[in-house]
């Protein structure tokens, strides 16, 4: 809604570029932080959505045996090669995170630990390493030891996070994939998910990712753990990241930080 006049308080109003709107009152954390990047950017016509950031990494590109010590996640659209779930942050954009979540994901693929696209879109999400899932079966120990380790986030040469607990990200529902039934005649074909987003837990306090950044996710593992990809399928790490897209910010926030200091 666009103000013609000085009806509304100034507190309410936010500038933007093509004039001022009425900023929503803020009765949860997601509007208080929309809000403030409305205030922050809409001045230089950079527009906030909510949006979400999606990044994957595989646990193995083939299934000859090799080692999990640290997982990896590109964060940038020009970074590596992209899958084709994934959604990343453009160079010309920041994102503010609000919260994250992390799964295994799994599914078939006719080149061991190598999906093609259409394999890719068919992904599972999981949110602990369940046995009775064939991606994920013999290695579900090994996967156990990323859940005892923990994720940090480095932004050129700060550490913004320096280590959250993996187990936070743990979810086990009260029915899992592969469990039979209480006749005995059938298997449950899914795990449960009882809550949008199972996993998710939330960033205090927010971090504003800057596409013209260095952005360095990664889980440590606790120590060297022996992995062998099942053969004719794909595991990977997935990391989302909610929060809010900020498009075309990301000059604009570097101009902002320069006048900080």
Same mark, same amino acid.
């Given at each position: 809604?666009?103000?013609?006049?000085?009806?509304?308080? +100034? $507190?309410?109003?936010?500038?933007?570029? $093509? $004039? &001022?709107?009425?900023?929503?009152?803020?009765?949860?954390?997601?509007?208080?932080?929309?809000?403030?990047?409305?205030?922050? *950017? !809409?001045?230089?016509?950079?527009?906030?959505? =909510? /949006? *979400?950031?999606?990044?994957?990494?595989?646990?193995?590109?083939?299934?000859? !045996?090799?080692?999990? #010590? %640290?997982?990896?996640?590109?964060?940038?659209?020009?970074?590596?090669?992209? @899958?084709?779930?994934?959604?990343?942050?453009?160079?010309?954009?920041?994102?503010?995170?609000?919260?994250?979540?992390?799964?295994?994901?799994?599914?078939?693929?006719?080149?061991?630990?190598? =999906?093609?696209?259409?394999?890719?879109?068919?992904?599972?999400?999981?949110?602990?390493? &369940?046995?009775?899932?064939?991606?994920?079966?013999?290695?579900?120990?090994?996967?156990?030891?990323?859940? &005892?380790?923990?994720?940090?986030?480095?932004?050129?040469?700060?550490?913004?996070?320096?280590?959250?607990?993996m187990r936070q990200f743990y979810r086990?529902?009260?029915?899992?994939? /592969?469990?039979?039934?209480?006749? $005995?005649?059938?298997?449950? #074909? +899914?795990?449960?998910?009882?809550?949008?987003?199972?996993?998710?837990?939330?960033?205090?306090?927010?971090?504003?990712?800057?596409?013209?950044? #260095?952005?360095?996710?990664?889980?440590?593992?606790?120590? #060297?753990?022996? *992995?062998?990809?099942? !053969?004719?399928? *794909?595991?990977?790490?997935? @990391?989302?990241?909610?929060?809010?897209?900020? %498009?075309?910010?990301?000059?604009?926030?570097?101009?902002?930080? +320069?006048?900080?200091?």
């Amino acid at each position: 809604m666009r103000l013609r006049s000085r009806s509304f308080p +100034k $507190g309410s109003q936010i500038e933007a570029l $093509g $004039g &001022n709107i009425v900023a929503a009152k803020a009765f949860s954390r997601k509007q208080a932080v929309f809000n403030e990047k409305a205030m922050q *950017y !809409a001045r230089q016509g950079v527009i906030t959505t =909510p /949006g *979400y950031l999606r990044l994957e990494t595989a646990l193995a590109n083939n299934n000859l !045996a090799t080692s999990l #010590n %640290q997982i990896a996640f590109n964060t940038l659209d020009t970074s590596g090669t992209k @899958l084709s779930t994934e959604r990343r942050l453009k160079l010309s954009d920041t994102f503010t995170v609000t919260s994250f979540s992390f799964y295994i994901g799994s599914a078939a693929s006719t080149v061991t630990g190598a =999906p093609t696209a259409v394999e890719q879109a068919h992904e599972q999400l999981h949110t602990f390493p &369940n046995i009775q899932v064939t991606g994920i079966g013999a290695n579900s120990t090994a996967i156990e030891a990323i859940y &005892n380790g923990f994720l940090s986030l480095r932004v050129d040469t700060t550490t913004f996070l320096d280590s959250v607990p993996m187990r936070q990200f743990y979810r086990v529902g009260d029915v899992q994939q /592969g469990t039979l039934v209480a006749t $005995g005649t059938a298997v449950t #074909n +899914k795990s449960s998910w009882p809550a949008g987003m199972w996993g998710r837990t939330e960033l205090l306090p927010t971090i504003e990712l800057n596409g013209q950044a #260095n952005i360095d996710w990664s889980i440590t593992l606790p120590t #060297n753990i022996p *992995y062998t990809q099942v !053969a004719s399928t *794909y595991t990977n790490a997935v @990391l989302i990241l909610e929060g809010f897209l900020n %498009q075309g910010a990301a000059t604009v926030q570097r101009g902002i930080q +320069k006048k900080l200091r």
